[in-house]
Nanobody, 118 residues
Framework: QVQLVESGGGLVQPGESLRLSCAAS????????MGWYRQAPGKQRELVVT???????NYADSVKGRFTGSGDSAKNTVYLQMGSLKPEDTAVYYC????????????WGQGTQVTVSS
């Protein structure tokens, strides 16, 4: 089992920045990919960014140039630096860890609320 603990959400004004962190603990397989997803009220959960152990990232078009995903594989931790925040970025942000080898589990954090409002 893997536990994901997120931190760093909050209320910010448009144009401001915020940094999220997610630490994975437990029995973690050797090969996995982590990422951030978000879910706004009344909408489906969507990808924000995926981050490989090697640091390769893949962003949703809506956040390219504003958000930066990074990771520390030694600590099994990933970060999401969010800049130039917009009201439409308001959502619950979830950390994800997907195992790329047996037993192929997919884990989610409890989510952290990010609200962008003036």
């Amino acid at each position: 089992q893997v536990q994901l603990v997120e931190s760093g959400g909050g209320l910010v004004q448009p144009g401001e920045s915020l940094r999220l962190s997610c630490a994975a603990s437990g029995t973690i397989v050797s090969t996995y990919i982590m990422g951030w997803y978000r879910q706004a009220p009344g909408k489906q959960r969507e990808l924000v960014v995926t981050i490989t152990k090697g640091g390769t990232t893949n962003y949703a078009d809506s956040v390219k140039g504003r958000f930066t995903g990074s990771g520390d594989s030694a600590k099994n931790t990933v970060y999401l630096q969010m800049g130039s925040l917009k009201p439409e970025d308001t959502a619950v942000y979830y950390c994800n860890l997907r195992e790329l080898v047996y037993p192929w589990y997919n884990y989610w954090g409890q989510g952290t609320q990010v609200t962008v409002s003036s």
